[in-house]
């Protein structure tokens, strides 16, 4: 999280791709979003607890004009957390 923090206050772009695989984003995906911040956009993660909480996180998000929202699962973590990118 540290990572997508650092590109958000004006980082380098590198290391995005390396920083949400870690996260469990599929390459594929975090290569599309690591372009669209390239190209100016901005790339959000929210942290849930709860599958409420994704959903929550995801109608704020739609709300707001977000588009591309995703959520991946943790699934070897021992509370099954999840994260919402947009």
């Known amino acids: 999280m540290a ?3 650092g590109v958000g206050a004006g980082g380098t772009v590198g290391g995005i791709v390396g920083a ?8 594929y995906e975090a ?7 390239k190209d100016g956009g901005t790339l959000l993660s929210v942290h849930c607890d709860t599958s409420g909480q994704v959903s929550l996180a995801k109608q704020g998000l739609r709300d707001t ?14 509370k099954a957390s999840r994260d919402v990118a947009a």
């Open 3 to 5: 990572a997508l923090a």
């Open 20 to 27: 949400l695989v870690g996260m469990g984003i599929p390459e």
């Open 31 to 37: 290569k599309r979003y690591e372009g669209a911040v």
């Open 65 to 78: 004009g977000a588009h591309d929202i995703s959520a991946t699962g943790e699934e070897s973590s021992p």
